[in-house]
């Protein structure tokens, strides 16, 4: 199964995926760090078919501590909040619910085969989404 996470900003040309690790390494509703061609993500696994991307650098701080936040829901929406300050962001498209100036850049995710690959922006390596 495929999932896409991601508003449909970039064609699929424009996306490099990156096989990150099997979905099975990720514990449910927890994040995990990783380095994807130099730059720091948090993955969230939600369910076995549902993952999520997002920086690992905190809007409000600069810290690299996204992956340690608290994973929710608003909702039916998926959320983490900041472990620092607890802003709480939108895991599909990286909207801050309480203060609408921080952003939380997020990746699209594809689940193949079993494993994760995030898309980053083919040109330049940033995000490919948010």
């Not at 449910?28 to 939600?46: H, I, K, P, S």
Request: with cysteine; glycine share 10%.
């Amino acid at each position: 199964m495929t999932v896409m996470i991601s508003p449909e900003t970039l064609s699929a040309t424009d996306i490099h995926w990156h096989s990150v690790c099997r979905v099975e390494d990720l514990e449910d509703c927890w994040g995990e760090a990783a380095l994807v061609q130099g730059r720091q993500l948090a993955l969230f696994r939600l369910s076995a078919t549902e993952v999520y991307a997002a920086d690992q650098r905190d809007p409000a701080t600069g810290a690299y501590v996204m992956a340690r936040g608290i994973v929710g829901n608003a909702g039916s929406r998926a959320t983490i909040a900041s472990p620092l300050h607890k802003e709480v962001y939108l895991l599909a498209t990286g909207e801050c619910l309480g203060n609408p100036d921080l952003f939380l850049p997020t990746y699209p995710v594809r689940l193949e085969e079993g494993m994760v690959l995030v898309g980053l922006d083919a040109a330049t390596g940033a995000e490919a989404a948010g």
